[in-house]
């Protein structure tokens, strides 16, 4: 090691590592915890806001897919302007949506505020954060701080339905924002900790690679977004997104082989290894979206859960997703990473097997612990090997770009799954009520040809209370008849929903075969050690 390396290497551990872990930590848990207060808090927010479940839900997935869509832009961002400047930024974007959904009057601003330009901020503090990470610790340090970071992620995760739940019944779903300004007040607080990290590489710009990235990924899950509300133009959106994603691969090859600055290395996907893994990667996160989307609005919708009622009721799925990730990272030893993946995925399968027939008959929130148990002790198993086998075959000089193409496929993957069992619980619900009504012999065929056109127009999901509150004026036998198609209705809608995630779960499991394949002859396991 050189004077200089060491001096450079010295440098990184100066001032107060303890503070700046733990600072950095706490930006990690405001990134995952936002998604689950506004899971838990849905009710609330399209009543407050007077807008629509659709509506609330479109925004959650809008701001999954902008930031899965400028991630790799953010990257390069970084690079440009100085990792700590990107940070900073996108902190003050997370802060701006956080504001925003504590003053929201109306659903366009959470949109514009805390979707986008939020999604926005994420994009840039992800790749930033990871290489602070990277640059201000070393050795021990440095794999002590990425644990914490990741404890952080999974505290949130397991912890944000519980802690969303509670501010939400018992205080304001406001407010559980205003808690995240005030966590993102404090690690800006201690910027003066954090040393910046240069960058030595290419300052070449890729426009070109990054209009096509945002074309790809946006217009895919825009288009489902789209087909959700009832827009048109659908199909068009959809072959938009996949030819810009196409496109993308040409143009980055070509790039690559001139010479010119690329919006990523397309030689990193020679690697079969990590081609595996970042699709392991995306459907993990879609299988989580799907879930983590229809089972909110079973809870408050159907079950007529307040926040805090739902945020106990997935607490099984949470907090054993957070167990088994910290027993898994610790006991897998000597364990393939594949091997615990493809166990992984089964979990999640069978869990979501034995979920979707329970849907229609639990009247209680603790009716689903069981496969929620089984499905979070799959993810777990997921969160604590995927990243490790992904980024495994990289070289140490390439792992940063080489994680945000990972943390790409897994934003895409998680606004996907929310935005596409979104869609089809809404589609599955207008198809099912509309049929229900036709063949009903208590509606008349005027009302059952406006049922038919309020829902082509824009299909919603409501809970029964609310719908009595809509049909006050209606004839009782009518209104009880509407109340009871809506009653049958819901349930099939969230079980054709969650199908979503199942196939993702399924497809992974197939594909961990090959990431076994591919992982070569299992290392030698310690004496004595069982099987996982």
Known sequence: ???????????????????????????????????????????????????????????????????AAFILIGSKVGDLIGRKRAYVIGLLGYATGATAMAL?????AVIVFWAIIGGIGASLLLPAMQSLVHGNFEGDAQKKVYALVGAAAAIAAAVGPLLGGFITTYLSWR?????????????????GLVRDV???????????????????????????????????????????????????AFWLVRRKRVGAPALLDPDLFRSKIFRLGITGQMLQQISLGGVMIALPIYLQMVLEYNAMQAGLSLAPLSLSMFVVALLAGKKAGARRPSTVIRWGFLLVTIGLVVLIP????????????????????????LVSQLNNYTLAPISEERVSEAAGTNSAAGSFGLSFGLAFAGAILLATLSITFTSMAESSDVLPPADQQHVAQVLEEDAEVMSNTQLEELLAGQP???????????????????????????????????????MVRADGPPAAAPKGAAPF
Request: glycine letters at 12%.
């Open 1 to 67: 090691m050189t004077e200089e390396s060491t001096a450079h290497g010295s440098d990184r551990q100066s001032g107060h590592p303890g503070l700046l872990a733990i600072l950095l930590a706490m930006a990690m848990f405001v990134l995952v915890v936002d998604t689950s207060l506004m899971n838990v808090s849905i009710s609330a927010v399209v009543r407050d806001l007077g807008t629509t479940v659709s509506g609330v839900q479109a925004a959650i997935a809008l701001e999954a897919l902008v930031s």
């Open 175 to 191: 407010l559980a924002f205003v808690l995240e300004v005030v966590i993102i007040a404090a690690v800006l607080s201690g910027i």
């Open 476 to 514: 009782p036998a009518i209104r009880d008849e509407i109340v009871r198609i809506n009653t049958d209705a819901r349930p099939i809608a969230l079980q054709v929903a969650l199908l979503v995630p199942l196939a993702a779960a399924l497809l992974g499991f197939a594909n961990s075969f090959r």
């Open 104 to 108: 929201a009057q109306s659903l366009t």
């Open 198 to 248: 240069p960058y030595t590489g290419s300052r070449g710009v890729d426009g070109v690679g990054a209009l096509l990235s945002v074309l790809g990924m946006g217009g895919i899950v825009l288009g489902i977004l789209v087909w959700q509300e009832g827009g048109e133009a659908v199909a068009g959106l959809l072959v938009a997104g996949a030819a810009a994603l196409v496109g993308l």
């Open 358 to 381: 329970i849907v229609p008959r639990a009247d209680f929130g603790w009716g689903l612990l069981l496969p929620l148990v089984v499905a979070g002790s799959g993810l777990g198993l």
